[in-house]
């Protein structure tokens, strides 16, 4: 396991802001490159990323696994937006293989211990078994509740636990994971706070934030 902690200082002004048969194939409109390998979407501030190789049948698959949040710190009041991101950098299909969960799912945990993940409710469907491959070039995503276009849409984090109780103030871990062999998750660290976010921030002019960002 790799862990990278850096520390992130926050800038405070009025908010926060520093083709087979059965397969999902999704084909971005423009080529990538390296701008795109290393910048967020519009609105994701607090952002991790890792270059992963895959030996295949076909060759080397090379992607960036990343994933990120629309803030650093949430008040009770707010709700947790993230942009997950597979986008291949390589010259063979990236392959995300049938799988009795979902491939692609979002965790939440504090201390090590889980706290909620995407896929809780929801039962599991048929196209879930379907593989998903991410041609050259091109780019798979999907967003929990942010205003990014995406391959996927889905509801945001409401600061609930399994158990539907909101959460109490803290850090947590914001993971991304990608069920296939050899790619890692990727997190970033996140701060709940009693009073609305940026209040709290305006109070604390001239503080940081440690802002832990990992690849498991």
Aim: glycine fraction near 8%; aromatic fraction near 8%; include cysteine.
């Amino acid at each position: 396991m790799v862990r990278r902690w850096w520390l992130a200082g926050l800038m405070v002004a009025a908010g926060i802001t520093p083709g087979a048969k059965g397969a999902i194939l999704y084909d971005s409109a423009a080529p990538v490159n390296e701008a795109v390998m290393s910048t967020p979407p519009e609105g994701i501030v607090n952002w991790n990323a890792v270059v992963v190789e895959v030996e295949t049948p076909e060759g080397i698959a090379r992607y960036e696994h990343a994933m990120g949040t629309d803030k650093f710190v949430y008040g009770l009041d707010e709700s947790v937006k993230v942009f997950h991101r597979i986008t291949n950098i390589g010259d063979v299909d990236v392959v995300f293989p049938p799988n009795s969960n979902p491939r692609f799912n979002l965790q939440v945990r504090r201390d090590d211990e889980l706290v909620w993940f995407w896929s809780a409710d929801k039962p599991l469907r048929p196209e879930s078994r379907t593989s998903v491959v991410v041609p050259p070039d091109s780019i798979y995503s999907i967003s929990y509740g942010t205003d990014s276009n995406a391959t996927v849409e889905r509801e945001a984090w409401s600061l609930l636990d399994l158990d539907g109780e909101l959460v109490s103030p803290g850090v947590f871990d914001v993971i991304a994971v990608a069920v296939v062999e050899s790619t890692p998750s990727v997190s970033v660290g996140i701060r709940i706070v009693p009073e609305p976010a940026s209040a709290l921030l305006l109070l604390t002019l001239g503080g940081g934030l440690f802002v832990r960002r990992r690849c498991l």
